[in-house]
Every structure is written in structure tokens, then in C-alpha cells.
């Protein structure tokens, strides 16, 4: 870019054809009182005769960089200081055998509970459908069953984060399913207050102070706590001396459901209907112990609803600063990796000189 108040001097570069034109343009071969010139024609040109058009060439050279000079070209270099408080969330979510229950759509399609889940959290996360994504919270990824599992810890690698979400399977296995609410609110519990509170540098050369506002659990299950070692009620409690807030979401129909079976005979996929329940009291107090709310979710839009919901609850701040280093191109180097280009006036001298040394040594010209 240039400096807009200089800027103007470009126009001089429209002198620059007229002077390649009158340097080079052809002119009136004088008369030489020979008989005749043709055997000097058929002589090979000489070095010098090959070279003599780059005294000139370098002259014009000279007078375009300083042309350019004259209108300040810069380079300019932002910096981003930002100061943050994010907010540390923890999604727990539920993987047990009855989440395969298939009464939620997706584009006009029935799946099961926990693609469901894995769509709109993934949008919480990063945008869409009305959310703004979380880009400056921490978050991380447990998932459980009979027994509860640390995905990701919290992080600000959200990419990373929606790819194991997507990983994610439905427990098949009879030994691993199950319902364990309490210990996955202790897991989480655990993994939001190792948090250390520290300085972070940005991979995008932008220095950030980070400072965890508050720290959040959203839990979404679908059935009754009977699995693990941790009662959900204690947990909470210890939830609310951490200070770590519980969001807890229902997920699923109450009461009947269509669950995909194989018929042993023919091997083929059917739904039926089968028992499902969810034990909203327990879940109720688990949110209220901790100052957070209970939501309930019967299918896509309303899951939607709830994450909306939830992302305006919790907010997160961030002030950002924005700095410009401008350099004078005309009289400052360019770096480009390990090539440095000289400043633009020095280029300009430099041809200068180039083209007075030539002409008065090696092609200097002998007048008439």
C-alpha cells in the first residue's frame, strides 16, 4: 500500500514510456563516405554492442524506484492484543444402550439420539443454526456409560474436540452399558478444576491473557443413574463447593421409544417399541444444587432450543486491541525469508551508479 497523501507521484510512471521511447527509438542512420558498408554489416556484433542498450535501460530503471519512493509505499504489520474471559464447559454425554432409541430427524431423517446430540453440540461449538460457536471457551469431551470416559480435556482445539465428539459410539457391549451419572459428573469435576489459570500465546501471532470466568457442566442422558461407584446427588454437592455450574438436559421421549433390533432369523433391522425413562427429578436437582437449569429435549428443535438457550446463559467476554506497524518501504529493507531486498532509494543510487560506471569505462561511447 501507499501513503494516501503521496500517492499522486504514481502518476509520474507515465513518463517512464516516453522516455524507453526516446532512448531506444530507432534514428537517422548518418551517411558514411564509403563505397560500400556491406562487409562491416556481416561482422558479429561485439559484447559492447550487444550491452549498450543497458546504461539507458538502468537510467529508467533509477527514476521509476524513485518515482515509487516519492510515494511512500508501506508495509503494515497488525497486532492483536485481546484480553479474554472465557468460560471452562465440560459436555457430558451419555453413550448407553438405550441413546440408540430412534425418535429424533435430522433433514427429514430418523436417527438416533446420539447423532442427534453430536449435530447440534457440534454447532454449539463452532457455529451455526443461530449460535456463534465458542471460540474463546475451553471445552471439553466425556462420555459415558457403565463407566465414564475423558475424550478431551479442556481445550481451545475445537476442531480436535468435534472429531472425537464424531467418534463417539453407542456402547454395544453388554459389560460396558450402563448409566453412570454420578461418576461422570466427578470425572468432570475433576477435569474443570485442574485448570491452570495462565498466560496463552495464540498460533496466529496474537498474545492473549485468559482468565476462566466460570466453569460449567453440560450433561445430556437419557435414562436413570444405575452404574459406577458416585451417587449423582453428592456429586452435585460437590459440584457446588468447586463452584462448577450443571446444566442438565433430558434427552428422549418419556415412556415408549422405537429402538433398532435384528431379528434373529433373518437378520434384518426393525424397530421396536420399548420402555425408556428418564429420571428427570434426580436431574432437576442436580441443576438446582448447582445454579444451573434443567431442559428438556423430545427431539431435534427442541435440543437446538436448549443448547440456544444455554448459550446465552453463559457468556463470554473478550476485548480486543488491534495495533499497525506501518515500514517505509522507500528507506527500510525487505526481509523475504532468507532474502533481504535493499530499501528502494539505495536501489535507485545503486543503478545510477551502475549506469555512470558503464558509461565512462566499458561502454562509454566515443562522440562523433
Not at 454395544?172 to 468432570?188: H, P
Request: aromatic share 6%; with cysteine; hydrophobic share 45%.
Amino acid at each position: 500500500m501507499f501513503l494516501t497523501s503521496s500517492a499522486w507521484f504514481l502518476l509520474l510512471l507515465l513518463l517512464v514510456p516516453m522516455i524507453i521511447w526516446q532512448l531506444f527509438r530507432k534514428r537517422r542512420t548518418a551517411a558514411i563516405m564509403f563505397s560500400s558498408t556491406q562487409n562491416a554489416a556481416e561482422l558479429p556484433p561485439s559484447w559492447r554492442q550487444r550491452l549498450r542498450w543497458l546504461p539507458p535501460a538502468l537510467g529508467v530503471l533509477a527514476i521509476a524506484l524513485m518515482v515509487i519512493s516519492l510515494a511512500r509505499p508501506q508495509e503494515g504489520r497488525k497486532q492483536t492484543i485481546s484480553d479474554a474471559e472465557g468460560i471452562a464447559i465440560e459436555l457430558v454425554v451419555d453413550r448407553s444402550g438405550s441413546m440408540q432409541a430412534m425418535d429424533f430427524e435430522l433433514e427429514g431423517e430418523a436417527v438416533d439420539r446420539l447423532t442427534a446430540i453430536k449435530d447440534v453440540a457440534g454447532k454449539f461449538i463452532n457455529g451455526g443454526e443461530n449460535l456463534d460457536g465458542r471460540y474463546s471457551d475451553l471445552i471439553g469431551l466425556l462420555t459415558f456409560a457403565g463407566f465414564a470416559d475423558s475424550l478431551t480435556p479442556p481445550t481451545l482445539d475445537h476442531t480436535y474436540l468435534t472429531a472425537q465428539l464424531e467418534n463417539a459410539e453407542i456402547a454395544s457391549d453388554r459389560n460396558e452399558d450402563g448409566t453412570a451419572i454420578g461418576d461422570a459428573i466427578g470425572l468432570a469435576i475433576e477435569k474443570l478444576s485442574n485448570l491452570d489459570i495462565q498466560p496463552t500465546h495464540s498460533e496466529a501471532n496474537q498474545s492473549a491473557q485468559r482468565q476462566v470466568k466460570s466453569k460449567v457442566v453440560i450433561l445430556l442422558t437419557d435414562g436413570e443413574n444405575n452404574a459406577g461407584e458416585l451417587d449423582p446427588l453428592p456429586a452435585a454437592e460437590l459440584a457446588k463447593a468447586m463452584g462448577i455450574k450443571i446444566y442438565t438436559i433430558g434427552v428422549g421421549t418419556k415412556g415408549q421409544a422405537p429402538v433398532p433390533v435384528y431379528d434373529p432369523f433373518t437378520n434384518r433391522r426393525m424397530l421396536r417399541m420399548m420402555q425408556v425413562n428418564i429420571d428427570e427429578d434426580t436431574l432437576k436437582k442436580i441443576a438446582e444444587e448447582t445454579g444451573g437449569q434443567y431442559f428438556r429435549a423430545t427431539d431435534t428443535q427442541s435440543l437446538a432450543k436448549v443448547y440456544r438457550e444455554i448459550d446465552q446463559l453463559e457468556k463470554s467476554y473478550v476485548e480486543a486491541r488491534h495495533f499497525v506497524d506501518y515500514r517505509e518501504l522507500a528507506i527500510e529493507p525487505v526481509h523475504f525469508g532468507w532474502a533481504t531486498i535493499p530499501p528502494l532509494v539505495v536501489l535507485a543510487l545503486v543503478c545510477l551508479a551502475a549506469q555512470v560506471l558503464l558509461r565512462n569505462t566499458v561502454l562509454r561511447q566515443v562522440a562523433a
